[in-house]
Structure formats: structure tokens, C-alpha cells
């Protein structure tokens, strides 16, 4: 069966405002994004990466720790 290459068409990053984790590393608080691609098949891959406050260097793919529900996220 022959590889279907996907490619991008979009690009969107959301900064998480009410995000409230720490880093992983150090344990300074931490910042997330969210970065959703869409492709040409219509798929569409949103992960959360969070990284460190201070310049320490830790960044990682996480789930989102937020202190309010979805429906107080802004658009």
C-alpha cells in the first residue's frame, strides 16, 4: 500500500491563559500553547506545550492544567 504524505495547511497557536502548571524541571511556573495543524485531509493535531517561566530550557508536551472550565476560554 503506497504512503498518503499529508501536508499542512494551516497552522493556528493559542496562548492558555489560565494555564497553571509548573516546570517539570526547576518547578518555576510554567506558560502553555496550544498548537493546532490542519492538514490537506482535513485532519487536524492540536497539542499543548508548556514551558518554563524562566530561562531554565524545559518545554514539554503536557495536558492542560487549568483553573477554569472550557467555557470560560476565550476566542
Keep these: 500500500m ?3 504524505r499529508r ?3 494551516r497552522n493556528h497557536t493559542d496562548e492558555i491563559l489560565n494555564y497553571f502548571g509548573k516546570c517539570k524541571s526547576c518547578g518555576y ?9 490542519i ?3 482535513g485532519e487536524i493535531e ?12 524545559w518545554s514539554d508536551q ?4 487549568t483553573m477554569t472550565g ?3 476560554r476565550l476566542v
Design 7 to 9: 501536508r499542512v495547511v
Design 2 to 4: 503506497p504512503e498518503t
Design 29 to 37: 511556573p510554567a506558560r502553555a500553547e496550544s498548537y493546532r495543524r
Design 62 to 65: 503536557v495536558l492542560p492544567t
Design 46 to 57: 492540536t497539542v499543548v506545550i508548556a514551558h518554563c517561566g524562566l530561562p531554565c530550557g
Design 70 to 72: 472550557p467555557a470560560a
Design 39 to 41: 492538514y490537506d485531509t
